[in-house]
């Protein structure tokens, strides 16, 4: 599998601000992958990063709160903006594998804390 | 929509089984995934059922009947460092997550 990383691993923000969090995988992928996981509970995907065209977003989750950026195969990028306390979670990303089991791998994270 | 229960806690002894138990329904079936993941480290990639019956990889097995919507994951040969959430994950070519179930190995 190819190697993803992810950053920031962890930011502190003031309420109001927006956080762009970066995802960088080793080699193309098709597919790319935004994942919320709030404190304590499982992963909801936010959105799919499309290359070359808008993200899909996934219900209760729109673009001018998450902003998704995909200008290439390997990069993606994941805005938080104008965060409030509510927003404090960890954000993944994670991209499609090409075998045929279409595995998902995940980055480690940015865990976001908003005061 | 996929619902996706799985049992919130399980304990269990160093060197023993346990099994966790998956049930889903969904609106589409691509696949079934079970990840593991520590606290504050990403999920790993387990396992994965598209077809019926069990899959075994090692100390970790996992089990699917597409006719019940239900899926297990066997661990054996406990160790400490078992000891995490399990998450079970449907496919329709997007992943929905159950809510995990947290494993405690015990000594």
């Known amino acids: 599998s190819a190697v993803i990383s992810q950053k920031p691993s962890r930011d502190i923000c003031q309420r109001g601000t927006s956080l762009t969090i970066q995802c960088q995988v080793d080699s193309q992928v098709t597919m790319m992958f935004w994942y919320r996981q709030q404190p304590g509970q499982s992963l909801t995907l936010i959105a799919t990063a499309n290359q070359g065209s808008e993200a899909t977003y996934e219900s209760g989750f729109v673009i001018d709160k998450f902003p998704i950026s995909r200008p290439n195969l390997t990069f993606s990028t994941l805005t938080v903006s104008n965060m409030s306390p509510e927003d404090s979670s960890i954000y993944l990303c994670?991209?499609?594998?090409?075998?045929?089991?279409?595995?998902?791998?995940f980055g480690a994270g940015t865990r976001l804390s908003v005061l | 929509g996929q619902n996706i229960d799985q049992p919130t806690e399980m304990t269990a002894t160093e060197g023993a089984i346990v099994q966790i138990n998956c049930t889903y329904q969904?609106?589409?079936?691509?696949?079934l995934f079970w990840y593991q993941q520590h606290a504050g480290e990403a999920p790993t990639f387990l396992s994965y059922?598209?077809?019926?019956g069990l899959e075994e990889k090692g100390r970790f097995s996992s089990f699917l009947s597409r006719s019940k919507g239900y899926s297990y994951l066997l661990l054996k040969e406990l160790q400490m460092k078992d000891s995490a959430s399990y998450l079970c994950?449907?496919?329709?070519?997007?992943?929905?997550f159950g809510a995990g179930t947290t494993v405690t190995v015990r000594a």
């Open positions: 994670s991209y499609l594998s090409g075998e045929a089991k279409n595995i998902q791998y």
């Open positions: 994950a449907v496919s329709d070519y997007k992943l929905s």
């Open positions: 969904t609106s589409g079936f691509n696949g």
């Open positions: 059922n598209v077809l019926d």
